[in-house]
């Protein structure tokens, strides 16, 4: 079982089941409002650890739908203070076990980090269902 802390936006769907595969696999989950938190580039940034810079934001986001922001076009400095400014902007969960920090919810991967029950019931918890 692991410790979680979870960042998460409340009334978010994916956000609510893959809490509850976290809890149905054993793990106790701390749960935050991620757009509450007073974030600052040393907090967020080790979460993205050496993921691609398009793949820290949320894909869903106004901004990134209407073009307005092009994840593709920034630097990290900039992509740090857009998602400051905006957390819409970031990809969720942010999830922290102990020193390590992770994002986005790949099960094949948080199945090998922490461990996670059986998939039965859980379909895809990364895309969000409401863009369909």
């Known amino acids: 079982m692991a410790k979680v802390t979870f960042y998460e936006r409340p009334g978010c769907v994916n956000n609510a089941k893959q809490r509850a595969l976290l809890w149905?696999?054993?793990?106790?989950?701390?749960?935050?409002?991620?757009?509450?938190?007073?974030?600052?580039a040393?907090?967020?940034?080790?979460?993205?650890?050496?993921?691609?810079?398009t793949e820290w934001f949320n894909q869903t986001a106004p901004q990134i739908k209407l073009g307005e922001i092009v994840p593709e076009?920034?630097?990290?400095?900039?992509?740090?203070?857009?998602m400051i400014e905006n957390p819409l902007l970031i990809r969720r969960p942010l999830m922290q076990v102990e020193d390590i920090r992770r994002i986005?919810?790949?099960?094949?991967?948080?199945?090998?980090?922490?461990?996670?029950?059986?998939p039965?019931?859980?379909?895809?918890?990364e895309e969000c269902p409401r863009t369909h």
């Open 120 to 125: 039965k019931g859980f379909e895809d918890l």
């Open 24 to 40: 149905a696999s054993g793990h106790e989950v701390t749960t935050h409002n991620l757009l509450k938190i007073s974030w600052t």
């Open 73 to 82: 076009n920034l630097d990290e400095t900039t992509a740090l203070q857009l």
């Open 42 to 53: 040393s907090s967020l940034r080790p979460f993205f650890g050496d993921l691609p810079i």
């Open 104 to 118: 986005g919810f790949d099960r094949d991967k948080i199945d090998t980090w922490i461990g996670l029950a059986s």
